[in-house]
């Protein structure tokens, strides 16, 4: 079974400095990973996503994701927050065959000023 | 404008009440989907549906139901709601690509009383 784990429900930067969130996870074939960002009262957004290709994918609002398949990771990061980029983020695995998706449990992302 | 739509946005029932909760999609896209939101557990998938007629259980399918047979509609049938399910719904659609976004609804906010 797939499964995608984010052992922080919550980040906590200052603006201006690098933020990482991180995402690991289990999947039987070939990995097809996203990230989505979900602000208060609204629906999911996608951020990016990884298929195949370059271990560092570039997505929406300067953000960026390393896949690493030895580690099974892909954690989201960008190298300057904004207090604007306060919001929860969720990690997701997608199974090639069915079209299963599995999401984590989200992380709080909170950027003080 | 591309777009899923979901109604009711909010919806107050009472335990053992039949519901309703439509979701339809503009994008001509083959899958759709329905996550539950809960605090602390992330978007868990109930049902998902790769073409008309094609549906198949989530993680956590039980006391829903689902059909789809146009492509632009997936409802999510509630035969008896019970308090456990009461949640934050979202849809989701995407083409069949298996790299492809999925694309989520507004949200409908269900609490069963």
């Known amino acids: 079974a797939q499964s995608v784990a984010q052992p922080e429900d919550q980040v906590n930067v200052a603006e201006g400095n690098p933020l990482t969130v991180k995402c690991t996870y289990s999947?039987?074939?070939?990995?097809?990973l996203f990230w989505y960002v979900q602000y208060p009262n609204r629906g999911l957004q996608f951020l990016l996503k990884?298929?195949?290709?370059?271990?560092l994918v570039k997505g929406s609002y300067g953000f960026e994701a390393e896949f690493n398949k030895s580690q099974t990771s892909f954690h989201l990061k960008k190298p300057s927050a904004l207090v604007s980029d306060s919001a929860l983020y969720f990690c997701?695995?997608?199974?090639?065959?069915?079209?299963?998706?599995?999401f984590g449990d989200g992380t709080t992302l909170t950027v003080k000023p | 404008e591309a777009q899923v739509t979901q109604n009711p946005r909010y919806l107050i029932t009472v335990t053992g009440k039949k519901l309703t909760v439509t979701c339809s999609q503009n994008m001509n896209h083959e899958y759709m989907s329905w996550y539950r939101q809960d605090p602390g557990l992330g978007l868990r998938q109930i049902y998902y549906s790769m073409n008309v007629e094609v549906t198949d259980k989530g993680d956590v399918p039980e006391g829903y139901k689902v059909s789809r047979k146009e492509k632009r509609n997936f409802p999510l049938i509630l035969e008896s709601p019970s308090p456990n399910q009461t949640s934050l719904y979202f849809c989701a659609s995407s083409p069949w690509d298996r790299g492809e976004t999925q694309y989520f609804g507004p949200g409908t906010r269900l609490l069963v009383l």
């Open positions: 990884y298929i195949t290709g370059d271990n």
């Open positions: 999947v039987s074939g070939n990995p097809y």
């Open positions: 997701a695995v997608r199974d090639g065959s069915t079209g299963k998706s599995t």
